[in-house]
Nanobody
């Protein structure tokens, strides 16, 4: 199992930026893809971004393309989500997830380990 801890959430004005971090522990010697999802109140969990072990493959949800960037530091067992040009509709709890295969995924069911989430609130 992989344990995941997110950090970096907070309150920001529209147009601002935040960087989320997700530190992994446990089976960090294994190659696995990572992802970010978000969930707003009353809505389903939404795919945000995913990255392969090497970082050579990435995928983004349509609503964040061109504004968010996913990256990872394998040596630090950490994955990041840089969020720019934030909008009020980006407000949600953001979750980090690990998939125990080195294939990027876009569906929550494809990921076996999850963090506790970090709140991002964008004010207008």
């Amino acid at each position: 199992q992989v344990q995941l801890v997110e950090s970096g959430g907070g309150l920001v004005q529209a147009g601002g930026s935040l960087r989320l971090s997700c530190a992994a522990s446990g089976r960090t010697f294994s190659r696995y893809a990572m992802g970010w999802f978000r969930q707003a109140p009353g809505k389903e969990r939404e795919f945000v971004a995913s990255i392969s072990w090497s970082g050579g493959s990435t995928s983004y949800g349509d609503s964040v393309k061109g504004r968010f960037t996913i990256s990872r530091n394998v040596a630090k067992s950490t994955v990041y989500l840089q969020m720019n040009s934030l909008k009020p509709e980006d407000t949600a709890v953001y979750y980090c997830a690990a998939r125990l295969w080195d294939v990027i995924g876009t569906k929550p069911a494809e990921f076996g380990s999850w963090g506790q989430g970090t709140q991002v609130t964008v004010s207008s």
